[in-house]
């Protein structure tokens, strides 16, 4: 079952591609001390609609590091740059802990230009933050070996998360507490909603997320719930026959900050 999912999900990824309003920067807020790390813990939901009463669920953990500082040339010029690793495990959970299978687990290791990292959805220069920007980087996908990152940008969305970046998205509280399973730290954290849309002539995705954004918490975000419901139709019919498909459903919660982090990632 976790392979189907994968298949469904690197399906979503095409639509995410030619869609008209992409947008995939949503994890990294702000960049904290190096060696910093920030754990989460969550579950994902499939079924074939919102009342789905048996839907497939998995458990998910995200991992983001700080793994190290080197100034880099970008965009012309040399500037501080950050090594953040980014780790991905979605499967089923046991008694031994969580078992990702053969293609549940997902690793990368990207060099950040530091001036490219903003909390807002856009840039100074007025531009949506679709995608983190990188000088170069690694990856490991499920049992596979190491290799590079050939493109100049990392997408989160859909692989990594399934929150995006929300263009405009409205802020619902300027100071609240979000539940999460780390207790006793006194977090607060602004509480933002976002919704976005793309269509294609034979699929239509809804993206609404809500998302928890505090400066205590390292790269920012406390907690994040996603919903995306997926619709489809032939292709020539009309817009009114879009029909849900999949519904995935995401509640990701803080469960531990910690000190002197290390790269897993290994490159030779």
Known sequence: MLRSWTLRLLTFASLAVTGSAVSAQGLIFHLPEDGSMVEYEGT????????DETPL??????TIKSVGREDAEFEGRMQPCRWVEI???TGNAGAAGLDPGPVGSRIYRVLVPESKI???WKDKDGIPNDMLPIVKGYRRLGEEGVEPIKTSALRYFPTISLLTNYLEPEKVA???????ILQG??????????????????TRSTNEGEYWVSKTV????????VTVTTEEKDLAANRSDFKVAVVKKVDMKLR???ENAESELVVQ
């Open 118 to 120: 903003n909390e807002e």
């Open 218 to 225: 390292p790269f920012g975000l406390a907690r994040w719930v």
């Open 57 to 62: 669920t998995w458990t998910c953990e995200l």
């Open 87 to 89: 780790k991905v495990l």
């Open 44 to 51: 994902l939901t499939q079924g074939t609609s919102v009342d």
């Open 256 to 258: 531990r900050i910690r």
């Open 174 to 180: 300027d100071n609240e507490v979000p539940d999460t």
């Open 185 to 202: 730290a006194g977090i607060t954290a602004v509480h933002w909603r976002g919704k976005t849309v793309m269509e294609s002539q034979k």
